[in-house]
């Protein structure tokens, strides 16, 4: 079946059916490369929700302080060295021109359901300088690409909390920092973004899983949770990926013949259970970007095209 564009009108009976998928930390240099070539096989576009403490090799660890934290710690570690931070930066930049997005996952990866909006602010202000001067701060200020510095300042519109943990000081700082949605929810079941204020906050949902059908979080590591109580266990890898893959296609299929209720799947820069879930994720993408009426898209073009579909749905006055 032909693919469906982006900015393909859907039917006039059915929006389009939109998968999104992101992932949460983009670190590892080399799962920066697999799914930017499942992105290319499949004809996905990703969200990438960067924690941005991976910005400095670990011997600079002493420039970066979260709120309530003592200077140098990260829950994430950072780089290892220079050349690591040098190819992620790249990373970064390639995904952007192949169409993906990069969002916010802050920095440090730390639980901020208890931080005032102005712990936020001042989380949210280092990540903009830490990507803004990621060329210069490791000593590559001239292979920085043209544009860098206009992207780092206003392209970054998304964000998703570390644990999913968004406490209330959590919107105000999202809505003065200028990002126009957030992606921290949890959700019985795919659901549409909701409106708070001048942000639009998306949720993952609670998906059936296993012969139970049981609900759990569509995401990788609920999943691992789930599966193993969230240790390695490679001898069940493809069982598990099977379960996965079960779970993905049966979430999809009711939305693609129901309401067509975006469905969103959230991914981390680990293969847990030897790779069970990214195994599933790429299996999924294959099979389905590219079914008529489906587009599978980051969350700022997913903002798009819900934007657009409810202007055309509305009646002309």
């Known amino acids: 079946m032909p693919a469906l564009a982006a900015n393909e009108p859907a039917s006039p009976q059915k929006p389009r059916q939109l998968v999104i998928v992101s992932f949460d930390g983009a670190h590892d240099n080399l799962l920066?490369?697999?799914s930017r070539a499942m992105a290319k096989r499949t004809g996905a576009h990703f969200t990438y929700f960067l924690s941005c403490t991976f910005l400095f090799p670990k011997a600079e660890r002493a420039g970066y302080q979260a709120p309530h934290e003592k200077r140098g710690r990260s829950n994430v570690g950072f780089a290892p060295d220079r050349e690591d931070v040098l190819l992620?930066?790249?990373?970064?930049?390639?995904?952007?021109?192949?169409?993906?997005?990069?969002?916010?996952?802050?920095?440090?990866?730390?639980d901020g359901g208890k931080w005032s909006a102005a712990?936020?602010?001042a989380e949210f202000a280092f990540f903009?300088?830490?990507?803004?001067?990621?060329?210069?701060?490791?000593?590559?200020?001239?292979?920085?690409?043209?544009?860098w510095a206009d992207f780092a300042q206003s392209a970054i519109k998304g964000f998703r909390a570390p644990y999913l943990s968004a406490g209330p000081g959590l919107v105000k700082a999202l809505?003065?920092?200028?990002?126009?949605?957030?992606?921290?929810?949890?959700?019985?079941g795919p659901a549409m973004p909701v409106t708070s204020g001048g942000l639009r906050r998306f949720a993952l949902p609670l998906i059936p899983e296993g012969p139970a059908k049981r609900p759990v979080i569509a995401m990788d590591y609920n999943l691992f949770?789930?599966?193993?109580?969230?240790?390695?266990?490679?001898?069940?890898?493809?069982?598990?990926e099977e379960r996965t893959l079960a779970a993905f296609r049966s979430a999809f299929e009711a939305q693609?013949?129901?309401?067509?209720?975006?469905?969103q799947l959230g991914f981390h820069f680990v293969e847990m259970n030897a790779g069970a879930y990214w195994r599933a994720l790429d299996r999924f993408l294959a099979e389905t970007c590219k079914r008529e009426q489906v587009a599978c898209v980051?969350?700022?073009?997913?903002?798009?095209i819900l934007d657009s579909e409810e202007k055309t749905a509305k009646p002309a006055l």
């Open 128 to 147: 903009r300088k830490s990507l803004e001067n990621g060329w210069k701060n490791i000593g590559a200020g001239e292979r920085e690409p043209a544009g």
């Open 298 to 304: 980051s969350y700022a073009e997913a903002l798009d």
């Open 119 to 121: 712990d936020w602010t």
């Open 256 to 263: 693609y013949a129901g309401e067509r209720i975006p469905l």
């Open 175 to 188: 809505e003065d920092g200028g990002f126009t949605y957030d992606a921290s929810l949890v959700s019985n």
């Open 225 to 240: 949770v789930r599966h193993s109580k969230g240790k390695e266990t490679p001898q069940e890898s493809a069982a598990f």
């Open 32 to 34: 920066w490369e697999k």
């Open 88 to 110: 992620r930066l790249g990373e970064i930049w390639l995904a952007r021109l192949e169409g993906h997005e990069i969002g916010s996952h802050a920095c440090g990866h730390f």
